[in-house]
């Protein structure tokens, strides 16, 4: 059950993502929250797999803090979808 608050820290940490990194418009507004809670649940699993308790701090200042991962995937997901429709604007000759 204590996977939950790594779900939750996840969901957290995305949300914080989707509204302080620039360009929301060009992503929906799940994307952040659900890939923190993805990573926050997948570390938390993988420790747990890996024999590290919930008595150990590590398992949990892991997962809290890999999904901070989210903010530069954001980056680069907006810079990705930004550079595509640049080019897709050009392509179809309406800019």
Do not use: C, N
Request: proline share 4%.
């Amino acid at each position: 059950m204590q996977i939950l608050l790594a779900l939750i820290a996840g969901v957290a940490l995305g949300l914080a993502a989707h509204f302080t990194v620039g360009g929301r418009d060009t992503r929906g507004a799940a994307v952040g929250p659900l890939l923190g809670a993805v990573v926050g649940g997948l570390v938390w699993m993988a420790l747990t797999w890996a024999g590290v308790g919930i008595e150990s701090p590590w398992i949990w200042v892991a997962s809290f803090a890999a999904p901070l991962v989210v903010f530069p995937a954001l980056v680069a997901l907006t810079r990705v979808r930004l550079r595509h429709d640049a080019r897709e604007r050009a392509r179809l000759k309406l800019a």
